[in-house]
């Protein structure tokens, strides 16, 4: 003989289900609306003006923007993450530019006082970036210094060591010692590369110690 069991709910299990659903009506009645602000982006132009104050100081205010404002998002309104930003990208310009003029030897047919300016220009450049990797590492541990105005200054004169063997980069091509063709391209590889340091100088200088 089979024995059937009833698959009709409990007055207790009633019970529980009335209290459950009272509970998430609860719940759902007294949650705070989702506010629309919630919901919007960060303030993107708000960290672009203040990049855009920051790069008015400096020596060439519109690339000083051009180059950072697309890094408004990790930069906000933090003066040394802009600076330490603003290195990270001459690092880069000066490995660009270390390439572009390295490849000029690679052409061939070059005048030996050609070949020599460029092996030259291409040490300083490789200089630079060492000096400007270093700057970037003490500004990333400025806020650990014991002594900041030490590590300031060192900061500053490594940036400024950078801009001068840029410039001597640039002036093994002046005066007539080397080819018009060879000087054009290798100042219009380096200019960029130097008005971004100076740029960079300019915003550390405006950093609080």
Known sequence: MEVYTST????SCHILTFIFTTILLSISYHAPPVSAASTKYPPLATYENFIKNS???TSYPQLCFQTLSRHAYAIKTNPQRLSIDAITISIKSARAASVTVSNLLKRGHLADRDA?????????????????????????????SEDKFFAMSSIKTWASAAITDESTCTDE???????????????????????????ALCLINDLPV
């Open 8 to 11: 009709k709910p409990t007055v």
């Open 173 to 199: 091509f002046s005066g007539g010692k080397v080819s018009e063709g060879v000087k054009r391209e290798v100042r219009a590889t380096i200019l960029p590369f130097v008005q971004l340091t100076i740029n």
């Open 116 to 144: 020599a300016a460029i092996v030259d220009c291409i040490g300083n450049i490789r200089g630079s970036i060492e000096l400007l990797m270093q700057c970037r590492a003490g500004l990333r541990t400025f806020d650990e």
């Open 55 to 57: 790069c008015s100081t």
